[in-house]
């Protein structure tokens, strides 16, 4: 078999326009978590930890003088949008238990917006194949850093950090106007964008306020709009999921 | 040996929350009102992220060059430029500002 790219895995090409970005934070971490953690640790922790927010949240109480509880709190904090993430996914799942757990915890902001279908599903091969590149860019990245990459400097000004919302936004931007970007003849839905101004306007004001982490999970809260029936209840499209 | 304590901690406490949805909730359909509430979190996340990576730095909220790259980027999709595209251009354009400041 010949491994064309077009042959890969879908979830597996989609997540690769990731791996210059993530090797590239993965140096930053790596340059500045070594002098505190030490070359092994640092690489270690980027391979079982795999969570930027996190490190970086733990690694900057470190350097700030916080001990080792306050560094472990905050790191967890940062990561506590997993939780419903995970709920988010898992109606989508199949398989045992273990193989839900094996998969779940493959499970990252860019695995979950490359997995991410319409209507609330999730496409979980997608989303478990674009955790290797993921995976590689970040400890190959903090590998590079801690080996002392320091050649190409601080890589965050080369604007490759622009790339992350970038990024983002590319995969958002078809989940709010899907009848200009994706051709798409689903009824319009003004809810999407809703949400999405108040989600990024909820982390924006709680930045200043409250610790690392707290603001992207109480984004979340803004789904809750959900609960509510929408108003217009337009016909379901003769094609649509049975939601 | 603190430091072991603290990756093992983060990195035990990370694939927990990960995986207490799939192992308590995998595969099963939920009542529709939760649907509706799964249906929108992706927005609202991928949204606080956006906004987070491109205005905030540690805990302040800033306006730098990626504001502009994130602009430029937002330019190009919305024109249906591919996302690589997007992406190399705002980067550029980031770079650009930041060996002029």
Known sequence: ?243 | MKTWLLIIVLAVGTVLMKTIGPVLAGGRQPPAPVTRVIALIAPALISALIMVSTFTDGQRLVIDARAAGLAIGAILLWFRAPAVLAMLVAAIVCALLRLAT
């Open chain 1, 1 to 243: 078999m010949r491994l064309t790219p077009k042959a890969w895995p879908p979830g597996l090409r989609a997540s690769l326009p990731l791996l210059l970005p993530t090797a590239a934070i993965g140096v930053s971490f790596g340059i500045l978590a070594a002098p505190v953690l030490g070359a092994i640790p640092s690489i270690v922790m980027s391979l079982i930890v795999w969570s930027g927010a996190a490190q970086f949240g733990a690694l900057s109480i470190l350097i700030s003088g916080g001990g080792t509880t306050l560094a472990a709190g905050t790191g967890l904090l940062a990561n506590t949008r997993f939780l419903p993430m995970g709920f988010a996914i898992a109606p989508s799942m199949t398989g045992g238990p273990l193989r839900r757990l094996l998969t779940g915890a493959l499970l990252t902001d860019a695995s979950l917006i490359i997995g991410h279908r319409e209507g609330g599903r999730f496409d979980i091969s997608a989303l478990a194949w674009a955790a290797p590149a993921q995976s590689l860019g970040w400890v190959g990245g903090t590998a590079a850093g801690v080996l002392g990459a320091t050649a190409i400097g601080e890589p965050t000004r080369w604007g490759i950090d622009v790339l992350f919302p970038v990024f983002y936004l590319s995969l958002l931007l078809p989940e709010l106007f899907p009848g200009r970007l994706k051709g798409s003849e689903r009824p319009r839905n003004s809810r999407p964008i809703i949400v999405a101004a108040l989600g990024g306007a909820i982390a924006l004001v709680l930045t200043p306020l409250a610790p690392p982490g707290v603001p992207v999970l109480a984004a979340v809260a803004a789904a809750l709009i959900g609960l509510r029936a929408p108003r217009h209840q337009v016909a379901r499209p003769a094609t649509g999921d049975h939601a």
